[in-house]
């Protein structure tokens, strides 16, 4: 827990600043009160995310609205197929002085900004989709011989189409690690999409304010790190990770048969982080088992290598996930856990 938050004190201000968010965005999005929630969340515990979902489903909308709600800087790179990796950490420049000395100076690119959001990213080439894994790694970019550090909050949202993939790079299972939550934007229901329909042709100006500067995101992250975990959802944790790699003793008989590797220990980390946000925006100081298994599908289904069988069956990571929370019981709570 870190010693220079009074956790009681500033859990209450930090849950009505994450509900003003809520609300704000409501102004302009319409449903997909999960996909804000868990974006929310992966700003507030320091990840990045993984936005998935077909064309029209306002993901490049919600990204750009959030943004909005944050005293940050943003940038929007749209990922092509000739796009360069200088194109995006930036590059060195030949200028010249007033004295008419020249020198070799550093121009930033789209990287260096607060918020990232990385559209379309399955469209550009690997060594493309590379020169993010170290800005969103080590918060810093190294060109050349020189690191230059990367602005404090740093996020990168990245979305992709599922559907079309022809002339697409899909991302390499050490990019897609690096993403805390891959999240699926899925169709509105019937009423969302009626509002959707009538807020969006209608002249309606939608005025909205911004809520946290860098200085307050970076204190409510601290908030974050200050809620308490107990050994019990640790070990939680730690049997529903390694139940998915097969050929392990006490593997699940689905996993060894659909599964050609698993999430390794980022996964843990990243469920615990994602829990610790969720609760604090619930005003609690500790999580529990339920806020690991609201987690368990958009960290997990990246992370699950699934064999050929699996994909000639029709078996999603979903699926395998939802069987894993059946199976996997729960540690014994113990007494001081419980007082």
Known sequence: MDEGINLLENLEQFREDMAKLRNELAKVIVGQDDVIQHLIATIMARGHCLMVGVPGLAKTLLVSTLSNLFDLSFKRVQFTPDLMPSDIT?????????????????????L??????ADE???????TQAALLESMQERQVTVGKESYHLPRPFFVVATQNPIEQEGTYPLPEAQLDRFMFML????????????????????????????????????????????????????????????????????PGIINEFV???AGPRAGQ??????????????????????IRRMARPVL?????????????????DTIVSKLLEVIEEPEVGKYEQG
Do not use: C
Not at 90 to 110: C, H, I, K, M, N
Not at 222 to 227: F, G, L, P
Not at 273 to 282: N, P, T
């Open 90 to 110: 930036g590059t060195q420049v030949l200028e010249e002085d007033e004295d008419g000395r020249r020198e070799f100076r550093f121009r930033a690119g789209p």
């Open 112 to 117: 260096f900004a607060n918020i990232v959001l």
């Open 121 to 127: 990213i399955n469209r550009t080439p690997p060594k």
């Open 184 to 251: 699926e934007v899925n169709y509105p229901s019937e009423s969302d999409e009626e509002k959707i329909l009538i807020r969006t042709t209608s002249p309606r100006k939608i005025e909205l304010s911004a809520i946290l500067d860098a200085e307050q995101v970076i204190h409510n992250q601290r908030i974050v790190d200050a809620i308490a975990v107990t050994e019990s959802v640790v070990k939680y944790v730690t049997r529903l990770v390694r139940a998915t790699r097969p050929r392990q003793s006490g593997t």
């Open 260 to 262: 050609e590797w698993g």
């Open 270 to 291: 990243y469920l615990i982080l994602g829990a610790k946000a969720i609760a604090a925006m619930e005003g609690r100081v500790a999580i529990n088992f339920s806020d």
């Open 301 to 317: 289904r990246h992370r699950l290598g699934l064999n050929f069988q699996a994909q000639a069956e029709g078996v999603k990571p």
